[in-house]
């Protein structure tokens, strides 16, 4: 039987011993389901209380992930998942798959020392026929020039010969981890087509979508492609938001109106772009032709979405300004530390932007954040005596919350909204100064001056 039949025979008869390498928001999931639809998987990750964690049945996500924490905790229990730090378990592994981050570094290259790491620690302990798959998401041209040379190891072993090559990045999203691992299509770019074929076989035990079949360079330029295609569409809607509040207009009317033009489609503006992905991707995107293509429209989007942060600020003083009070020495409450609504995941937050921003201009600056646990407690004891409240994520509690009860808790009744939490605020916000991104100027009734 050829090593190709033999591996394949493994993964239809699911007896393939699968290690995952990497237990974040994308390895943790896709262990759980692989050892779901019944396949032995090893998690391994350098961080030993993570490690701790799932062996103990225990979910280290905090966010808000329908099912994940329940699906964790019965395949340890089964016995169909454990975790490690020990990266001799790929010794026996038939398919590795490596999730670790890969993030930028502040000149927005590409820092890929958990990746190289990796991929090192797995090298020489590949097993000859085992198929090695590259979750994580990469520049192009990373599978080529970094990944391959590493595993090859000098020419002592053939990718396509002795073991199989892969680039299937991720598209899940927190908050929808287990949900978009089944539901949403992905592209598997092999360094062989054989390659391509076997994961393909394998990524059909968990994925109920379709499964394009491509080389490595197409799959990364697809990821990081989709990413920064996504990051130029809320660049637009940010600068549209400035522009109607610079004009007096409301952004999300325009939006909708501006919608209903066949083939439109202006996403939601807001308070910043964050998380692992979005801010970087659009780089590693712009970086795999760096030298050759000078990218204009990728970094002019970054720009604008870096700057939403640093505008809620903006708008924080212009409301403190009509409420009588200065930003320097003022007491403001930040709503949300997470980059999305109800997670935990607190990569690249704009929040932290805004509160490094707002304390270099003198003010004091007490954070909420009910799904981020040093943040967490009663909304009305964290904003007490807060001159202002500046909402900077859309969690289910902000949404829901009355604000008008906040009055007597705050010094100054000041809201800021990054993320139209308050979508009517003369009615929802009576007697307070309001600001919001991509929001006409609301005079309270209150008026000039609000406050004690
Ligand atoms: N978070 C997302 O929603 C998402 C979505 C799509 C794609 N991605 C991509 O997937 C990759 C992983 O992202 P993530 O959000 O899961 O990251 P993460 O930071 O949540 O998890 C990465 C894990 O890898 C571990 N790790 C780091 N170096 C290691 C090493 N040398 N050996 C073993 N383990 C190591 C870390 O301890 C950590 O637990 C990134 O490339 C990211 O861009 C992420």
Redesign the pocket.
């Known amino acids: 039987m050829t090593v190709f039949q033999s591996l394949w025979n493994r993964i239809e008869e699911q007896t393939a011993h699968l290690v995952v390498?990497?237990?974040?928001?994308?390895?943790l999931p896709v262990s759980a389901r692989f050892a779901q639809v019944g396949f032995g998987v090893t998690g391994?990750?350098?961080?030993e209380h993570?490690v701790a964690k799932v062996n103990a049945g225990v979910c280290p996500i905090e966010g808000d992930e329908p099912g994940l924490a329940e699906l964790l905790a019965e395949v340890v229990a089964a016995g169909r998942l454990r975790a490690t730090t020990d990266y001799t378990v790929c010794q026996k592994a038939d398919v590795v798959l490596v999730?670790?981050?890969?993030p930028i570094d502040s000149i927005h290259q590409p820092r890929y020392s958990?990746l190289r790491?990796?991929v090192r620690?797995l090298e020489p302990n590949l097993m000859a026929g085992a198929m090695v798959i590259i979750?994580?998401?990469v520049a192009p041209g990373t599978m080529d020039r970094l990944v391959r040379p590493i595993l090859e190891a000098n020419g002592s072993r053939r990718s396509g010969m002795d073991f199989y090559l892969i680039h299937c990045?991720?598209?899940?999203?927190?908050g929808l981890l287990l949900k978009n691992l089944a539901h949403l299509s992905r592209v598997v770019g092999g360094d062989t087509p054989e390659a391509a074929r076997l994961a393909q076989r394998l990524y059909r035990t968990i994925v109920e979508a379709e499964l394009d079949l491509t080389d490595c360079v197409t799959a990364e330029l697809v990821k990081t492609a989709e990413n920064a295609y996504r990051d130029v569409q809320i660049a637009f809607a940010n600068e549209l938001a400035l522009i109607c509040e610079h004009v007096g207009a409301d952004v999300w009317q325009v939006r909708e109106l501006v919608n209903k033009s066949p083939g439109r489609d202006v996403l939601l503006p807001g308070a910043g772009v964050g998380?692992?992905?979005i801010p970087k991707?659009p780089w590693l995107l712009a970086y795999g032709a760096s030298g050759t293509v000078s990218a204009k429209l990728i970094p002019a989007a970054r720009d604008i979405n870096d700057f939403m942060p640093l505008h809620m600020a903006e708008l924080t003083v212009d409301a403190l300004e009509e409420a009588g009070q200065e930003l320097e020495g003022a007491r403001v409450a930040v709503l949300g530390y997470a980059y999305l609504e109800n997670s935990d995941?607190t990569r690249n937050s704009p929040s932290e932007v805004l509160v490094a921003r707002l304390q270099e201009l003198g003010a004091e600056v007490v954070i909420h954040d009910p799904w981020v646990p040093e943040y967490r407690g009663a909304l009305e004891v964290r904003v007490q005596g807060c001159d202002a409240v500046v909402v900077m994520v859309a969690h289910d509690e902000y949404r829901r919350f009355d604000w008008s009860v906040l009055k007597k808790h705050l010094r100054h009744p000041v809201l800021v909204d990054g993320r139209r939490v308050v979508v009517d605020p003369g009615r929802q916000l009576p007697g307070f100064v309001f600001r919001g991104v991509g929001r006409p100027q609301v005079r309270s009734a209150a008026g000039s001056g609000a406050g004690p």
């Open positions: 390498v990497g237990l974040g928001y994308v390895g391994l990750d350098v961080d993570k999730a670790v981050e890969t958990a790491a990796a620690a979750e994580s998401t990045p991720e598209r899940v999203m927190p998380g692992h992905c991707d995941d």
